[in-house]
């Protein structure tokens, strides 16, 4: 049985390509997708690029793409904030393009407090709102900035809640440990996600699509955000196996993905 299909939105890591080498079935897969008319999109947690550097990626392994083909947890959060929260004042824990992204969208970027002691109570006065993201620099004043200024009642957005990067040869720990810690240690929680598996990456995926979710497809590698996510919009699903998830998880699901496919390789037989 194949099913009706306009327009597919792809995960990136784990499921077109893992580190700088393309997936078995992405290059192929993709373009043949696309030769028969189907609209792409990428979308990604990581907001450590703009997405012209996701998009120079794309190309280099053999896929052709805009810009305006990728979506980021980062552009999505600053598209989103800038448009309901645009006065508030906000510290990121995250690395320089996600502030860079965020100044972008017109919001303010709070410094970091250097005429404190970080090993002290910080002042944050003047810190409305605190974004955490995937932070390779990551150091106890930021910890420090970012829990002071929760306690004292900061909105607590996120770019995105991956427990762990996937990286050739393994993993390294993603944004999900940095919430998890000050979720721990402030009593607090979320009060907004932009990235998978929040719904609001999805609508933006959508609507760049110009489809509906019925003819729309989500493929990942992860079953508890990108499987979910598509469930939830009401898109098709399908599971690659070349990242995090594995057959026996995805079967194990009490909403299995539409497909559960070795590679991206194997999509384009299956929808019309």
């Known amino acids: 049985m194949s099913y009706p299909v306009d327009g597919i939105v792809f995960d990136l890591d784990g ?19 696309r030769r028969r008319g189907k609209k792409t999109l990428f979308v990604t947690n990581k907001p450590l690029e703009p997405r012209e550097a996701y998009a120079a990626k794309l ?27 645009p006065e508030l004042r906000y510290y990121v824990i995250g690395e320089e393009s996600l502030r860079q992204e965020l100044r972008g969208h017109g919001l303010t970027i709070v410094d970091e407090l250097w005429d404190q002691d970080e090993k002290e109570v910080l002042d944050v006065t003047g810190i ?10 990551l ?13 004292q009642g900061a909105y607590f957005f996120a770019t995105n809640a991956d427990k762990a990067c996937p990286m050739p040869g393994g993993s390294i720990p993603d944004a999900g440990a ?3 810690a000050l979720e721990q240690i402030t009593g607090r929680t979320l009060d907004l996600l932009a990235g998978k598996p929040s719904a609001i990456i999805m609508e933006v995926a959508l609507a760049r ?10 493929v990942g590698d992860r079953l ?9 919009a009401g898109m098709l699903t399908a599971a690659v196996l070349t990242g995090a998830a594995t057959r026996t998880e995805a079967e194990a699901l009490a909403h299995p993905p539409t497909f559960i496919l070795d590679n991206i390789g194997a999509l384009p037989s299956l929808i019309d």
């Open 209 to 218: 699509l110009g489809c509906p979710a019925a003819r729309a497809m989500m």
């Open 224 to 232: 508890e955000t990108d499987m979910l996510m598509g469930r939830q």
């Open 15 to 33: 499921t077109v390509y893992l580190g700088n080498a393309a997936l078995p079935g992405s290059v192929d897969g993709i373009a043949e997708l």
């Open 128 to 137: 409305d709102a605190v974004i955490v993201a995937f932070d390779r620099t």
């Open 59 to 85: 190309i280099r392994l053999g896929i052709p793409a805009e810009p305006d083909d990728v979506i980021t947890s980062a552009y999505v959060l600053g598209h989103h904030l800038a448009r309901v929260h």
């Open 139 to 151: 150091d106890y004043r930021k910890l420090n900035t970012a829990y002071q200024a929760l306690l």
């Open 178 to 180: 940095t919430i998890a």
